[in-house]
């Protein structure tokens, strides 16, 4: 079937570790999308134009809807594809929680480990291009020496928090809620593919940990849905032929009196702090989204999660 307004697009590239969070949901769900592969560093002029500044990467196109996260990608993917649902077991909602662990404290010891451990220029990622984009999306000095120093006691508390998943499936179960493989398990998952695929020498600590490795095994079997190719050129004359199909909505619970028409920035509050301006199109307790044009794709809707986001009045 040719793609379309409905189709599934992420905006990723293969060795993106919060790619494969988002895959490994459309593996649950047993979806079919198309990856449309984006640079590993800037520029990315079709992604801009699609998120109106946001340049992390995964972000999911669905026509003229344009979401920007894991976060509220897979939020999105719950609520258009409810069945199989990612909370399983006894999991309604702190799943989003363990994702907010992985994101930031598992994934900042990973990245240490990996990088740090690596040696000098092992890797095609650690050129000098690759470097100073790192430099610009953090705003801190891309030091591979205090990566390699701070390396070693990273594992120490990679290996820690790894212990809590090994605890948590030592009585056996198949997934981390139970039967079931959830948003608990791609979120869990994810770091543990990026070693794999960049520094292996790092996944060594999984001999001490036979539930995790044995469930690191299911993780990846369940796979990635059915997915094809998209070219950058076709993602975007999708989003300009389509009409974003979020509904106008004033929140009356908004904290700060957001309301619809609003002029906001939107900006992640940890990395990558590229500020995004529209007008507010609808919110929720975990939801903002905003509308904006670009002559590229025409009008879209640029969807972001409030967890780890600021929205301000512009
Ligand atoms: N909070 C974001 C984090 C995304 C993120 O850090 N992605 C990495 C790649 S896996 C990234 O964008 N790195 C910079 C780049 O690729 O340009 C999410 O959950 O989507």
Same mark, same amino acid.
Not at 82 to 107: A, E, K, Q, Y
Not at 129 to 148: C, I, V, Y
């Given at each position: 079937?040719?793609?379309?307004? @409905?189709?599934?697009?992420?905006?990723?590239?293969?060795?993106?570790p919060?790619?494969?969070?988002?895959?490994?949901?459309?593996? &649950?769900?047993?979806?079919?999308?198309?990856?449309?592969?984006?640079?590993?560093?800037?520029?990315?002029?079709?992604?801009?134009?699609?998120?109106?500044?946001?340049?992390? &990467?995964?972000?999911?196109?669905?026509?003229?809807?344009?979401?920007?996260?894991? @976060?509220?990608?897979?939020?999105?993917?719950?609520?258009?594809?409810?069945?199989?649902?990612?909370?399983?077991?006894?999991?309604?909602?702190?799943?989003?929680?363990?994702?907010?662990w992985t994101d930031r404290s598992v994934f900042l010891n990973t990245v240490t480990v990996v990088f740090g451990g690596m040696a000098d220029g092992a890797n095609?990622l650690a050129?000098?291009?690759f470097r100073?984009?790192r430099e610009?999306?953090t705003?801190r000095p891309f030091d591979a020496n205090a990566m390699k120093m701070a390396a070693p006691m990273m594992a120490e508390q990679l290996r820690a928090q790894l212990d809590w998943l090994e605890?948590?499936?030592?009585?056996?179960?198949?997934?981390?809620?139970?039967? @079931?493989?959830? &948003?608990?398990?791609?979120?869990a998952?994810y770091n543990l593919a990026f070693i794999r695929w960049v520094y292996p020498t790092a996944a060594k600590v999984l001999e001490t940990l036979p539930?995790v490795a044995?469930?690191e095994?299911?993780?990846?079997?369940?796979?990635?849905?059915?997915?094809?190719?998209?070219?950058?050129?076709?993602?975007?004359?999708?989003?300009?032929?389509?009409?974003?199909?979020?509904?106008?909505?004033?929140?009356?619970?908004?904290?700060?009196?957001?309301?619809?028409?609003?002029?906001?920035?939107?900006?992640?509050?940890?990395?990558?702090?590229?500020? &995004?301006?529209?007008?507010?199109?609808?919110?929720?307790?975990?939801?903002?989204?905003?509308?904006?044009?670009?002559?590229?794709?025409?009008?879209?809707?640029?969807?972001?999660?409030?967890?780890?986001?600021?929205?301000?009045?512009?």
């Amino acid at each position: 079937m040719p793609a379309n307004a @409905q189709s599934i697009i992420l905006h990723q590239y293969d060795v993106s570790p919060f790619s494969e969070k988002v895959r490994v949901v459309l593996g &649950i769900k047993g979806l079919e999308w198309y990856a449309c592969d984006e640079p590993v560093i800037m520029p990315k002029p079709e992604l801009v134009a699609l998120t109106g500044g946001y340049r992390k &990467i995964p972000v999911m196109q669905i026509g003229a809807d344009i979401y920007c996260d894991t @976060q509220v990608i897979i939020r999105e993917l719950e609520r258009r594809f409810p069945s199989p649902s990612i909370f399983v077991g006894g999991d309604r909602g702190l799943g989003w929680g363990v994702g907010v662990w992985t994101d930031r404290s598992v994934f900042l010891n990973t990245v240490t480990v990996v990088f740090g451990g690596m040696a000098d220029g092992a890797n095609e990622l650690a050129n000098e291009a690759f470097r100073k984009d790192r430099e610009a999306l953090t705003g801190r000095p891309f030091d591979a020496n205090a990566m390699k120093m701070a390396a070693p006691m990273m594992a120490e508390q990679l290996r820690a928090q790894l212990d809590w998943l090994e605890r948590q499936l030592d009585d056996g179960r198949a997934y981390i809620m139970g039967a @079931q493989p959830g &948003i608990a398990d791609a979120s869990a998952y994810y770091n543990l593919a990026f070693i794999r695929w960049v520094y292996p020498t790092a996944a060594k600590v999984l001999e001490t940990l036979p539930y995790v490795a044995a469930w690191e095994k299911r993780v990846k079997a369940v796979g990635h849905g059915m997915r094809h190719e998209m070219g950058r050129g076709e993602a975007l004359d999708i989003a300009k032929a389509a009409t974003s199909t979020e509904k106008p909505h004033t929140d009356p619970n908004e904290p700060n009196g957001l309301k619809l028409g609003d002029r906001v920035t939107v900006m992640a509050d940890d990395y990558g702090r590229d500020p &995004i301006v529209g007008d507010l199109v609808s919110s929720s307790a975990q939801h903002v989204a905003i509308k904006r044009s670009d002559e590229r794709v025409g009008e879209v809707v640029v969807h972001f999660p409030r967890v780890g986001f600021f929205v301000m009045k512009a």
